[in-house]
């Protein structure tokens, strides 16, 4: 029997907790258009935003049509944005009143500056986004897939890592650290425009280890999609399912650092970071294999 062409994709089931959602649009994020995967990444990154406020504020904040988040909901399942509201604010009526902390989620940069031109207040506002940023960290940890991640770095041939602009810091962070507690460790920091040529030193049975907050790099999707059609394993640290490193990773490590007025902390990222380090260092300790250098002189 000749399929019909025209036949619409069933619409999926409607997801039944915000976890659910999540996964769910991680899944369906092919079929949704351009505009309605804004308005999902919107309401996954806003979601008391999305419980609390009338779609026409939503719109306004967003800078996406009121039509955008309707017809996102419907391809997700629910009747309607009412519906999708519903889900939203089932885990806020079951909580108490929340705290300013909770409030100041950084997920968008919602933190004020009033004074910049003031470096005391530039400071202060600052620490006060990378404190709240570290709260929800702590809070996620029991969630993060931080074994599975450290298994994948112990058992590559080799690792290899990449993190441009913004994101380069933590990724040299993290070769320079690897490579101290011997775990043999490839920074591809694209010098001398050598990005495609560093890239293709990534192996079947490596680790690549990709790094990347909105703005995506284009360099890194495009040595990450090379890194896979190669064999590699990747292994991915960057801000939510929705972020386009999502569908090419192996296991991916969601993280969300404070943003204020442009500049985005680093922070939460250094943190996981470290922990991924740590956990080989005291791994190898713990399994009677001498780290190289001393874990006394790691210097990390």
Do not use: W
């Amino acid at each position: 029997m000749a399929l019909d062409k025209n036949k619409r994709p069933e619409k999926p089931e409607r997801p039944p907790t915000l976890e659910a959602l999540r996964a769910l649009v991680a899944q369906q994020s092919a079929q949704l258009t351009p505009r309605m995967r804004d308005a999902a990444h919107y309401a996954l990154e806003h979601p008391r935003d999305i419980a609390l406020c009338p779609l026409a504020d939503l719109a306004l904040q967003s800078q996406l049509s009121p039509v955008a988040f309707i017809r996102m909901a419907q391809a997700l399942g629910f009747a309607g944005f009412s519906d999708l509201k519903r889900l939203f604010r089932a885990p806020l009526q079951q909580t108490a009143r929340p705290t300013h902390s909770e409030r100041i989620r950084h997920y968008g940069g919602e933190l004020t500056l009033d004074r910049p031109q003031d470096p005391a207040a530039v400071l202060r506002a600052f620490s006060q986004a990378n404190i709240v940023s570290l709260q929800h960290l702590q809070a996620d940890a029991d969630v993060l897939p931080l074994k599975p991640a450290i298994a994948m770095l112990q058992s590559a041939r080799l690792v290899h890592v990449i993190g441009m602009r913004r994101s380069y810091a933590v990724a040299a962070y993290l070769a320079y650290a690897l490579n101290r507690i011997g775990r043999s460790t490839v920074h591809i920091n694209g010098q001398g425009g050598m990005v495609a040529e560093q890239a293709s030193a990534v192996a079947a049975h490596d680790l690549l280890v990709a790094i990347s907050f909105p703005p995506y790099a284009a360099d890194t999707l495009k040595v990450c999609e090379q890194a896979k059609a190669g064999g590699a394993n990747i292994l991915v640290i960057t801000n939510g399912v929705l972020s386009p490193l999502g569908r090419i990773a192996d296991l991916l490590i969601e993280v969300n650092d404070a943003e204020l007025k442009g500049f985005r902390s680093l922070t939460s990222a250094m943190c996981v970071v470290q922990t991924l380090v740590m956990g080989i260092a005291f791994g190898q300790r713990h399994r009677g294999r001498k780290p190289r250098p001393d874990l006394v002189d790691i210097d990390c």
